[in-house]
T-cell receptor, first 111, second 112 residues
Framework: QKEVEQDPGPLSVPEGAIVSLNCTYS??????FMWYRQYSRKGPELLMY????GNKEDGRFTAQVDKSSKYISLFIRDSQPSDSATYLC???????????FGQGTRLTINP | ETGVTQTPRHLVMGMTNKKSLKCEQH?????MYWYKQSAKKPLELMFV???????ENNSVPSRFSPECPNSSHLFLHLHTLQPEDSALYLC???????????FGPGTRLLVL
């Protein structure tokens, strides 16, 4: 079993739709969770950072962490064509030297 | 220059060549990382440096040789690579080893 599972997609939705992206994980030691967005031919850029369980909202983006289910989500409201990218989840354990990344989900928002 | 920069952005090399990738961070961070990103695979951590000291080597073949002369610069020396080493090589930095990582644009490497 992979430490972090993420459906690679591709996922295609119409402009204005609500998008839900998810990752599951197996390591209960993970304490901090991140979502990165990666445009084609670019490096990943940090979108959201969450520590422990709960929700965090930033504009059209909401990150949710459910540690009891080992499940994290990223919601995008009022999706725009400019949101088309690959979204990677990443997580780390307290005291660890590294993050563990999901495979990434390729998202396309159609005008 | 701001953030994390990488050069070259693209590189084509033969299996007998020797080349180096360069990464520079302008964020005042203390930790730097090399990742390999291949199609349809998760990011693979290769090396971690914390305050110029290597703290992680993720079973990377010796044909990849990292160098960290100071906290702002990181190199990846390449020699006798294989075609399966073709990938996007990403550099990242963070304030501490557990902090948020900021990525450079990557070097797209093709080994012929």
């Amino acid at each position: 079993q992979k430490e972090v599972e993420q459906d690679p997609g591709p996922l295609s939705v119409p402009e204005g739709a609500i998008v839900s992206l998810n990752c599951t994980y197996s390591n209960s030691a993970f304490q901090y969770f991140m979502w990165y967005r990666q445009y084609s031919r670019k490096g990943p850029e940090l979108l959201m950072y969450t520590y422990s369980s709960g929700n965090k909202e930033d504009g059209r983006f909401t990150a949710q962490v459910d540690k009891s289910s080992k499940y994290i989500s990223l919601f995008i409201r009022d999706s725009q064509p400019s949101d088309s990218a690959t979204y990677l989840c990443a997580m780390g354990a307290q005291g660890a030297q590294k993050l563990v990344f999901g495979q990434g989900t390729r998202l396309t928002i159609n005008p | 220059e701001t953030g994390v920069t990488q050069t070259p952005r693209h590189l084509v090399m033969g299996m007998t060549n020797k080349k180096s990738l360069k990464c520079e961070q302008h964020l005042g961070h203390n930790a730097m990382y090399w990742y390999k990103q291949s199609a349809k695979k998760p990011l693979e951590l290769m090396f971690v440096y914390n305050f110029k000291e290597q703290t992680e080597n993720n079973s990377v073949p010796s044909r990849f040789s990292p160098e960290c002369p100071n906290s702002s610069h990181l190199f990846l020396h390449l020699h006798t690579l294989q075609p399966e080493d073709s990938a996007l090589y990403l550099c990242a930095s963070s304030q501490g080893a557990q902090e948020t990582q900021y990525f450079g644009p990557g070097t797209r490497l093709l080994v012929l």
